[in-house]
């Protein structure tokens, strides 16, 4: 997922954001071997990813911080992971 393209909505409303985000992976059946990862280029929604991590979803989910130019990761943190309640 590529941002700053203007097909995210506006960051001003971080709630829908996350609901555009964690929507489709919670539509899925994940297993405790699965990852997925969102990948931003921004530094700010890496941020604001990270502090605002889903608190029932479970899953290996993580948020990787991406420079496009250069075609590298810059880091990549876990956002929760996969419980077997």
């Known amino acids: 997922m590529t941002t700053g393209t203007g097909i995210l909505p506006d960051m001003r409303s971080p709630g829908i954001y996350m609901y555009h985000l964690y929507d489709p992976i919670a539509m899925f059946e994940l297993f405790e071997t699965d990852k997925s990862t969102i990948a931003v280029n ?44």
Request: aromatic share 10%.
């Open 42 to 85: 921004d530094k700010k929604e890496f941020d604001m990813l990270l502090k605002r991590a889903p608190l029932s979803l479970r899953a290996n989910l993580y948020v990787m911080l991406i420079d496009l130019e250069w075609g590298k990761i810059i880091k990549e943190e876990k956002l929760c992971r996969y419980r077997k309640d």
